[in-house]
């Protein structure tokens, strides 16, 4: 979304002398070169970002789709995703990060309503026979990848970075493998995956405990069948590497919510990864992201925190005072490990999130993303305003010394503060609704600043518009009055600083 600016009245804020007269700015964003976009690499003097070739930090954040890779649905074949208008969806709002989603199954899934009649397509083996798989179709061989599947691996990817997207490829997905039933979802889509025993010419099994479910494809183990299994898969991550390696704007993800158990099958995949691209002309960020839900609960974050990958996306297991595992919806807490951390709110609510958490978490060092239901019927409705936000975010993420950032919730009292202490600060301050004591009251803020003079810019973030002015800052607390009803931005640059940058 293109920021516009509209005239509006002037706002006194208390306790700040204004230098100059207010206004109103728009200020284009930055991006950097579009035909540089990576390989990406941690930025290792910040690390809650990463960084292009080209030496500009990269933030991530847009909405993403459960078939922007695969088509699926009630038909056989399943409807064609518009993938050339939801790249052009993206652009509009202004969003440079796609998760490209992979379901494992060919058919079924796991949902009291799909269980029967979900198909998914294209798969990654070819299906030739002979014999019938569970879904009565020609069974896998899994010696035969099918061209159809990776050609289009790479047309979409190739065709995201056109629109300067960047993509991160899902690998594996634990909603493949076995039924939710905790959840009260019975479907069983298992019986639709090529590792099944019935389903596949070359003899691999991946129920090794017969109990018609696949969760053991995501564990580690040294039963043969695992072993044979183990490197079906290998083959697989090699092809996709293959496919894209000589592409700038991939990211690797071991796969969507699979769950606790497979921990050391994660990192090993990881790992493998890894040591695959060491010896291809580029390597990738490689990620792992929040295990799914077993036996009704949701697991702690350690694992993410402890793996060899370079980004994670958290999920929504609190433990009181433990900073890991705090809530990444209401108050996400401030990204301070050695990993870049994508929060997504398909781990977080499924479909939820808003406009407020997306600013808040951008305010905490975290890159932002959102499941978008994208005009899907039986899914709840999108919330404009996240979308609209996360294009707002990356407009900011811009124009300020992202590199030197940091949050510092300490610094404002609305605790939503990035700064590069002394020279700039962009504070967010949350709707009405959402005021504390520590806020001192819903429309003034406090923020810590030393005796200089900033050039200060206000942007609201429902309607878009902006106004702007100098001021002369105490050493201290400074009082500013917001000049919106509702949330508001408060972008401050020292005059000196600033100057120096024209």
Excluded at 115 to 141: E, Q, V
Excluded at 417 to 440: D, G, H, K, M
Aim: proline share 8%; hydrophobic share 35%.
């Amino acid at each position: 979304m293109k920021i516009t600016s509209r005239l509006i009245p002037s706002v006194l804020c208390a306790a700040v002398s204004w230098v100059g007269a207010a206004g109103c700015t728009s200020v284009p964003a930055d991006h950097g070169n579009p035909t540089i976009m990576g390989p990406l690499r941690l930025l290792k003097s910040n690390p809650r970002y990463f960084i292009d070739p080209a030496g500009h930090p990269v933030y991530l954040t847009g909405s993403h789709h459960w078939f922007s890779f695969q088509d699926g649905g009630k038909s056989d074949p399943p409807p064609l995703f518009d993938y050339s208008e939801y790249l052009s969806f993206m652009e509009r709002h202004n969003h440079n990060f796609i998760r490209l989603w992979v379901k494992e199954q060919a058919r079924w899934f796991p949902s009291a309503d799909l269980h029967s009649d979900y198909y998914l397509s294209p798969m990654p083996y070819n299906r030739i026979g002979p014999g019938m798989a569970r879904d009565g179709k020609p069974k896998f061989d899994l010696d035969q990848f099918n061209p159809a599947y990776f050609d289009r691996l790479r047309d979409r990817v190739v065709a995201a970075g056109a629109r300067g997207i960047y993509v991160s490829i899902m690998l594996f997905n634990g909603w493949g493998v076995m039924p939710f039933e905790d959840l009260g979802l019975p479907g069983n889509p298992w019986l639709g995956h090529p590792f099944h025993r019935d389903n596949n010419v070359n003899g691999v099994d991946g129920d090794i405990n017969g109990n018609d479910q696949g969760d053991e494809v995501h564990t580690l183990g040294s039963d043969p069948r695992q072993v044979t299994r183990l490197k079906r898969q290998e083959a697989y991550v090699s092809k996709v590497i293959d496919t894209v390696n000589d592409l700038d704007n991939v990211l690797y993800e071991v796969g969507n919510e699979i769950v606790e158990a497979s921990t050391e099958w994660q990192y090993h995949i990881v790992r493998y990864v890894k040591a695959y691209e060491a010896v291809k002309p580029k390597q990738h960020p490689v990620g792992m992201t929040f295990q799914g839900m077993q036996g009704g609960a949701a697991p702690h974050n350690y694992s993410l925190w402890d793996s060899p990958a370079d980004w994670i996306s958290p999920g929504t297991r609190e433990a009181p005072g433990d900073p890991l595992t705090m809530s990444y919806r209401e108050d996400p807490p401030v990204a301070s490990h050695a990993k870049v951390i994508i929060t997504d709110t398909d781990h977080l609510w499924g479909v939820g999130g808003d406009r407020v958490w997306v600013w808040k978490s951008f305010m905490r060092g975290l890159n932002p993303i959102y499941m978008d239901p994208y005009g899907r019927q039986d899914q709840p409705k999108a919330d404009e305003s996240a979308r609209r936000a996360m294009g707002d975010t990356l407009i900011f993420a811009g124009q300020i010394n992202l590199a030197l950032m940091e949050p510092r919730p300490e610094v404002s009292s609305t605790t939503y503060c990035l700064a590069q202490q002394n020279r700039e600060y962009l504070i967010y301050v949350p709707p009405p609704s959402e005021a504390s004591s520590t806020t001192q009251s819903s429309r003034t803020i406090t923020v810590d600043l030393p005796a200089r003079e900033f050039h200060m810019n206000w942007f609201n973030p429902e309607t878009g518009e902006r106004m702007s002015g100098n001021l002369v800052a105490r050493v201290g607390g400074n009082l500013f009055t917001v000049p919106y009803p509702g949330d508001a931005v408060l972008h401050l640059v020292s005059i000196e600083d600033r100057a120096g940058n024209k």
